[in-house]
């Protein structure tokens, strides 16, 4: 059977290439909407955080309807370390649309994805996006895409893969770069031309591979994936499997059954062949496991996912301020919350350590981590993470870490700091591209070596710089890269921090907290510019006394505190200093808080 009424596409790109934006006006012009309905942009970020930070974090279905064909759109997320939610939902599709910008052209993630489509054999339909901007280089990126399928070891029909030119915000597309087109009928067009039909077996008996899962309050589990094989309805009595894992075999019951239509879940009797559905009912079902007729047992292979590179230790919070401010704070609920969170996220792992209050928690890379702790603490959750560290392994006898592709943007006057901080963090040079005024850098770097770096990088390029990496292979060792030259400021005892003490602590450094907030001993209160820590006492009040002189009781003049964001607190942090996450605060500390105590154990660790 080929269901000619039926298309699944997923757009992939790198981040902050267009899809959401594209996503938005195919549904506009797919009949989605009404006429006169009122709908936000980028109506696919629908997670607060997504929102927020203007990218996707999470792969998500919709679909829309031309001249009579019903398309199933996948909408994934273009930054690195949500990689793995675009390698779990390739199987759901038959083909990808590539959208690259048509001044960025082919960034490390364009073509990680499309290495991972390319291995499934997907039809590929390449985008140009954004030709309406001034410094647009639509030949030379259409000449950049085939290098990298080249690259990539394209087959003659991905080579003749066809190339729509677009304006996702005007909602245009067109066949030739001159033409700049009135609607995106030519990009319909094509996806109905070139990408396959859904096609299997509807009289034999049912199978489907579950890509995602949804959790919704009143039905519990929801299995997300596209029917292989016969026919589903409500009802129905189906057997669980796993390829990978021959044990998991039980049996479950199709509760209800749902079709997505544009935004919307619909209620269905029943689906086919090529159609992708969401299942209620199956309390226990997880991402890569096989619903199959009882009578015909035969489970799927899962697409292989890439494995996570970076890890964090959580932990029960310990310091003097714990359990103030969270709802949620002993060991056995953050490792519940942690172990809940593996079944939506392929590429995350979690593991139990010796001790009973603390979890390693691996994932692609801070930004990873870093969403996974802000979403805990909206949820009320207080805990405590460590410095982020590369997951080293050992390949015949040699120790090797994770190398990521990391491609930099820069101004050219900007070129020479970012060569010298690339040197010291053991980068090496690949590539070097000039764009007009601008030069494109390719290098490879160990991960250990961009711990922190995202700062300093946007200080050397004034905020101009454009910069993006993708995991690269395991390599040995390139050895030792020095995670920070600056010192903590760590407040002396506990107690209110005052103007008086900040005035007096602020000529040592650059101060994190505004005055009225508690501390306590051991609290990194600011940044020291020297290498060693130093201890400031933030509490320290004036002493009243009964003389006056003119000028000396002026108001104290506090120069402004830098307030830390997640992501810059986990890139400050040293090995020995910890971030308390609660819902309401971020503080950082050291790991011993008592002053003599710490002296004794750097004594010990360098003797």
């Known amino acids: 059977m080929i269901r000619q009424d039926l298309r699944n596409i997923a757009i992939v790109a790198h981040v902050d290439h267009g899809k959401t934006t594209l996503v938005d006006e195919m549904l506009k012009q797919g009949g989605a909407f009404r006429e006169n309905q009122v709908v936000e942009d980028r109506v696919m970020d629908s997670n607060a955080l997504e929102r927020e930070r203007g990218i996707t974090i999470l792969a998500k279905n919709t679909s829309a309807y031309y001249q009579g064909t019903k398309i199933n759109i996948i909408d994934t997320p273009g930054h690195a370390d949500f990689g793995g939610e675009v390698e779990r939902v390739l199987k759901m599709v038959d083909g990808i649309l590539l959208l690259v910008d048509a001044f960025e052209g082919c960034m490390p993630q364009t073509r990680f994805v499309l290495q991972k489509a390319m291995e499934l054999g997907h039809k590929i339909i390449v985008v140009v996006n954004k030709i309406d901007r001034p410094d647009a280089r639509l030949y030379e990126i259409e000449d950049e895409v085939l290098e990298l399928l080249i690259d990539l070891g394209a087959t003659d029909e991905q080579l003749d893969s066809p190339v729509v030119y677009c304006s996702g915000r005007n909602g245009t597309a067109s066949l030739g770069p001159e033409t700049p087109g009135t609607d995106l009928r030519p990009l319909f067009d094509k996806i109905l031309e070139h990408i396959d039909p859904p096609q299997g077996d509807e009289d034999g008996p049912f199978q489907m591979m579950v890509s995602a899962i949804d ?57 086919t062949v090529g159609d992708i559905v969401c299942i209620s009912g199956i309390e226990n079902i997880t991402i890569g496991e096989t619903l199959c007729d009882p009578e015909a047992v035969e489970p799927l292979p899962f697409q292989k996912i890439s494995q996570p590179t970076v890890e964090m230790t959580f932990s029960v919070n310990t310091s003097p301020f714990a359990g103030r401010e969270g709802k949620f704070v002993t060991s056995r609920q953050i490792r519940d919350r942690l172990y809940r969170e593996l079944l939506k996220d392929v590429s995350l792992r979690v593991q139990d350590t010796d001790s009973a209050d603390s979890f390693l928690v691996s994932g692609r890379g801070e930004m990873h981590l870093s969403i996974l702790i802000e979403t805990m603490r909206r949820e009320g959750y207080e805990f405590q993470v ?33 060569m010298e901080k690339m040197g010291y963090r053991k980068g090496e040079l690949q590539q070097m591209t000039p764009q007009g005024s601008r030069v494109k850098l390719e290098f490879l770097i160990p991960a250990r070596g961009l711990f922190g ?9 004034k905020g101009e710089g454009i910069m993006a990496s993708v995991f690269e292979d395991y390599q040995p060792m390139k050895g030792d890269i020095p995670r920070r030259t600056t010192g903590s400021l760590i407040a002396f005892e506990t107690g209110t921090a005052v103007a008086y003490g900040l005035f007096n602590a602020q000529e040592r450094g650059q101060l994190f907290i505004p005055a009225g907030t508690e501390v306590y001993e051991g609290m990194i209160v600011g940044q020291s510019p020297k290498a060693e820590d130093l201890v400031v006492n933030v509490c320290k009040r004036k002493q009243l006394t009964n003389t006056r002189a003119a000028g000396s009781d002026d108001a104290l003049r506090l120069i402004p505190h830098k307030e830390m964001s997640l992501e810059q607190c986990i890139e400050f942090i040293a090995e020995d200093e910890l971030i308390e996450v609660t819902p309401k605060s971020l503080r950082l500390r050291k790991r011993i808080l008592d002053k003599s105590l710490r002296m004794k154990a750097a004594a010990k660790a360098k003797g």
């Open 453 to 461: 770096y995202k700062n300093e990088f946007l200080t050397d390029t």
């Open 215 to 271: 959790y919704n309050d009143y039905v519990g589990r929801i299995a997300v994936g596209r029917v292989t094989r016969g026919v589903v309805k409500p009802g129905q009595e189906v057997t669980v499997c796993d390829f990978h894992n021959p044990d998991t075999r039980y049996k479950g019951k199709v509760v209800t059954l749902y079709q997505i239509d544009g935004l919307k879940r619909v209620p269905c009797e029943s689906a």
């Open 386 to 418: 460590s410095t982020p560290r590369a997951m080293m392994k050992e390949i015949d006898g040699v120790l090797c870490e994770p190398i990521e592709r990391l491609v930099v943007d820069v101004p050219e006057e900007s070129m020479g700091a970012v």
